[in-house]
């Protein structure tokens, strides 16, 4: 399994940007698509996921203004973002999971300016 992020720059405070997540190499189908963020000396942490059946979850620091979803005839996760904050910037993982299998992508840089 390969994911690849796409998406990511630089924004001011206020605006928005979408985060794209495209897996391949896939045998059956995919369970479970998220997305982590992990800022400069800080863990890793949950920001959205969304099963195959489209159920959602969200971290509280994003409900409101994060919206995930997903196509699954392309495989691919989306990260709609907005009214981004400075405390939003990060380097944004896609996270997939295929049947036990649990694959991460290289992750794209979100930097929201004050």
């Known amino acids: 399994v390969q994911v690849v992020e796409s998406g990511g720059g630089l924004v001011q405070a206020g605006g928005s940007l979408r985060l794209s997540c495209a897996a391949s190499?896939?045998?059956?189908?995919?369970?479970?698509m998220g997305w982590y963020r992990q800022a400069p000396g800080k863990q890793r942490e949950l920001v959205a996921t969304?099963?195959?059946?489209?159920?959602?979850n969200y971290a509280e620091s994003v409900k409101g203004r994060f919206t995930i979803s997903r196509d699954n005839a392309k495989n691919t996760a989306y990260l709609q973002m907005n009214s981004l904050k400075p405390e939003d910037t990060a380097v944004y993982y896609c996270y997939v999971v295929v049947g036990q299998l649990g694959a991460w992508g290289q992750g794209t840089q979100v930097t929201v300016s004050s």
């Open positions: 190499g896939i045998i059956g189908s995919i369970n479970l």
């Open positions: 969304i099963n195959s059946g489209g159920t959602t």
